[in-house]
């Protein structure tokens, strides 16, 4: 078996899974959601102080897999340095007391391969990555052959959900929360502008947006300082509509020279049931299949990353 750690930003995680079988024989993650809510935002100093009281906490469960295992795997990066080195220091404490080598994961390809956690890969893949730190285009033709088709020249998708969010008062995570007020607002009320929507290259940008979304906000306080519960759901309705507008669009772009075959969405971002359906539906025409991890896999684990490490030393 292999124990693997996750500790890249907020979310606590470790797991056992099995090599022979990729078995998901444990696994726990604990949140700091909450912590972090009252300040809008993840504190890196917190969310280590955090991990250095919780992870200890979920090791304790895991003993008693300690005679079966053959290697300690932990993300090294990227994300938010001093969360991480609470994850790599036990990793490290672990590798040294059992003896056991010690496998380096990236959080990115972590995500990658959520999606097969408990199962066989399906690879090739073309993969869209939406987080709070990145918005990514993958090609990934296998393990180790990943090529970055494109990335977002400013803020990540995750991220301007987040911020849309401070804006409005609403807490912390941004992403379930503009999600949920949209449900309940009119996408076509306020027309923003759906970023690099003339340009031709293949690239995504969120900081326009948010300004825009800023600005909207500022003209309603105008009227009055303090927004009804509507304005703010039709203003994360119509900004969660230019979001998606904007992926599905350079998609498309793109797809025009390289027809989707087989395609999948991961990250924390990909827990956006909008996002699906719109990709889904631009999907169809192309009669590819969409890949998604399990809701409980999208956000930050340890169970991708011990997946992860099964695919880079013993397949």
């Known amino acids: 078996m292999i124990l693997s750690i996750e500790s890249s930003c907020d979310d606590s995680s470790i797991a056992i899974t099995e090599i022979k079988t990729k078995k998901l024989i444990y696994h726990k993650k604990i949140s700091q959601e909450i912590d972090h809510s009252v300040y809008g935002g993840v504190v890196p100093e917190l969310a280590a102080r955090l991990h250095a009281k919780t992870l200890p906490k979920i090791l304790e469960e895991t003993k008693i897999y300690f005679s079966s295992l053959k290697a300690i795997a932990v993300t090294t990066h990227p994300g938010l340095s001093v969360t991480l080195m609470e994850g790599i220091a036990m990793a490290n404490a672990l590798s040294i007391s059992l003896n056991l080598p010690l496998l ?33 285009l993958l090609e990934v033709e296998n393990y180790k052959n990943i090529k970055l088709i494109a990335s977002t020249m400013d803020d990540s998708f995750g991220e301007s959900f987040d911020k849309v969010s ?12 503009v999600q949920q007020y949209g449900e ?13 929507r003339n340009s031709p290259k293949i690239e995504f940008s969120y900081s326009g947006l ?47 020279t390289n027809p989707p075959t087989n395609f999948a969405i991961v990250g924390g971002a990909s827990a956006n049931l909008q ?3 719109d990709i889904k539906q631009l999907l169809d ?15 930050d684990n340890a169970a991708m990353i011990g997946r992860v490490a099964i695919e880079q030393s013993f397949i």
Not at 105 to 117: D, E, P, R
Not at 184 to 196: E, R, T, V
Not at 214 to 222: N, S, V
């Open 104 to 136: 380096e994961i990236n959080h990115l390809t972590g995500h990658i391969y959520s999606l097969f956690i408990e199962q066989d890969t399906q690879l090739p893949c073309t993969v869209l990555l939406v987080s709070g730190g990145h918005t990514q």
């Open 166 to 177: 401070k804006m409005l008062d609403l807490g912390y995570p941004g992403g379930p929360i």
């Open 184 to 196: 309940n607002g009119d996408k076509s009320k306020y027309n923003f502008p759906i970023p690099l």
């Open 210 to 256: 948010k300004n825009a979304v800023r600005l909207a906000i500022l003209k309603e306080q105008e009227n009055n300082p303090t927004l009804s519960k509507q304005i703010k759901s039709d203003i994360c309705a119509s900004f969660q509509k230019a979001a998606i507008d904007h992926i599905t669009m350079k998609l498309k772009k793109y797809f025009k």
């Open 275 to 277: 996002l699906r359906s």
């Open 285 to 299: 025409k192309y009669n590819c299949p969409l890949l998604l991890s399990d809701l409980k896999y999208c956000s």
